[in-house]
């Protein structure tokens, strides 16, 4: 037991203490090790998922299978200790020196946010396509399989450091969406004209299309716009592999086109906040993936559809910024939460992918009234998601800071700084909090922390985070 364990590191009495009953509770789990100090040791831990998915059917196998046995996997990682070691170290201070560029403050939170990024991700072998298949479990807020939700918020930190393997984490999702699991052993029809939600409940992805939970806009933007940025990312033919996903991708177009300016009533991912019709920053969300959508088009050559889509969302992104303009002139000009109430704000942080694309939809007149509204909310820990509440979301806000002035990036990297010193709530860093009292709202350790790498995928000029100032 893990009383027993313990109580035999304490005695130093180790020989043949093993537990065979199984299985146990996690609370229960304890492993005492004695090694001589006098010579260099490593100890290795090995973690067996023994299926790490089951993909509509199919049960892939956790990445060290591909070694054969457990023992091979093992000596597998001494052989390759010290140069993975090396490797970690490098990369490490490669990170730390580059998210240092925008000041101490926004390194101690990358730094404090990596690793829950990370371990939310787990990666399986798939022996008919002879590849790693990275998911994505949502934690907390849901258990589900590769929420594209979750994953889209989570973005920036694999889009900067993980171009790849983000890639292949969306290929899953792909498969599902063109009807591509009756290879897997379940012929699960996806007819949905736009973008699934997830996959299954980890970690089984079985999810008929009428069971997915419905972000029409809202996944199909995500999917178009995280498509888009890794292909411009990885550079020359980085179009190649959606040969035959091209068709689905017009289709989730398609469907924005219908479905613009106006959204009309439709969960978007902030949906623990209450229903929210008419939603502007849903719209943004829309209009920048059309956008995406004919960026991805010119680069994969097809010139002529680029265009069309480009135009589209150009006369879409007009039409936002007449129907969406506050009615509250004493005020000063910023934009609705909802299309229908003039005398409401919200944070459009989807606009920011504009920004990171390199679009021109939306004049910059947008960004700038949109920066003065949110420093009047501003809070002791930041500036409240929209007009309803006083809580915020920390990537949100962090994204929405990015395009605005230098000094707006400041303050939001800041007011996050202070929050994570101070707040009396010790779990693992919640990205819903109140700005106010600076007490967790809700969720823990959710991937969609990954969002505070904004920074480092912005380009540069869009804004300049040098000389920030640490709170006291």
Request: glycine fraction near 6%; include cysteine.
């Amino acid at each position: 037991s893990a009383a027993e364990s313990r109580q035999a590191f304490v005695n130093g009495s180790y020989a043949k203490l093993q537990d065979e009953v199984a299985p146990k509770a996690a609370r229960e789990l304890a492993l005492s090790v004695q090694v001589d100090l006098a010579s260099s040791s490593r100890i290795y831990l090995m973690f067996d998922e023994v299926v790490a998915q089951r993909f509509f059917g199919t049960e892939l196998m956790p990445l060290w299978r591909r070694h054969g046995a457990a023992i091979r996997a093992l000596e597998a990682a001494e052989e390759e200790a010290e140069s993975r070691w090396r490797q970690a170290q490098a990369f490490d201070q490669q990170l730390i020196t580059q998210l240092s560029r925008f000041g101490q403050q926004y390194a101690d939170i990358g730094a404090l946010v990596y690793r829950q990024v990370m371990g939310a991700t787990s990666t399986a072998w798939n022996n008919q396509t002879g590849e790693a298949w990275p998911f994505m479990k949502e934690i907390s807020s849901d258990g589900d399989v590769s929420t594209v939700d979750v994953i889209f918020p989570a973005f920036p930190l694999f889009l900067h450091a993980a171009p790849e393997f983000f890639r292949k984490l969306l290929i899953p999702l792909m498969v599902y969406s063109v009807n591509g699991t009756a290879a897997y052993g379940m012929d699960v029809k996806y007819d949905l004209p736009w973008a699934p939600h997830h996959l299954g409940a980890w970690p089984i992805c079985d999810l008929p299309s009428k069971k997915q939970e419905q972000m029409p806009v809202e996944e199909s933007g995500n999917m178009l716009i995280m498509l888009a940025a890794l292909a411009q990312k990885q550079g020359p033919n980085s179009t190649a592999w959606l040969k035959s996903y091209w068709p689905v991708l017009s289709t989730w177009a398609d469907f924005l086109t219908q479905s613009l300016p106006d959204p009309g009533k439709q969960l978007c991912t902030d949906d623990f906040e209450g229903p929210n019709p008419h939603n502007v920053n849903l719209a943004a969300k829309g209009i920048v993936a059309l956008g995406a959508y004919a960026e991805l088009l010119q680069l994969d050559g097809q010139v002529p559809a680029a265009q069309k889509f480009r135009s589209l969302a150009e006369g879409f992104a007009k039409k936002w910024v007449e129907m969406a303009k506050s009615g509250w002139k004493e005020r000063g000009d910023h934009f609705r939460r909802q299309y229908n109430l003039p005398w409401t704000w919200s944070q459009k942080y989807n606009l920011i992918w504009q920004k990171v694309l390199g679009l021109s939809l939306f004049p910059e007149s947008v960004f700038e009234q949109e920066t003065a509204e949110y420093e009047r909310h501003r809070n002791e820990f930041g500036i409240p998601l929209d007009d309803r509440h006083q809580y915020t979301k920390a990537d949100w806000s962090i994204w929405s800071a990015a395009f605005g002035t230098k000094a707006h990036f400041q303050a939001a990297v800041r007011d996050l700084w202070h929050f994570a010193s101070s707040t009396s709530d010790r779990v693992p860093f919640t990205d819903w909090f109140d700005t106010k009292t600076g007490k967790q709202q809700g969720f823990r350790a959710r991937p969609v922390m990954g969002g505070l790498f904004i920074g480092l995928v912005v380009p540069d000029g869009s804004f300049s985070v040098e000389n920030m100032t640490t709170v006291v």
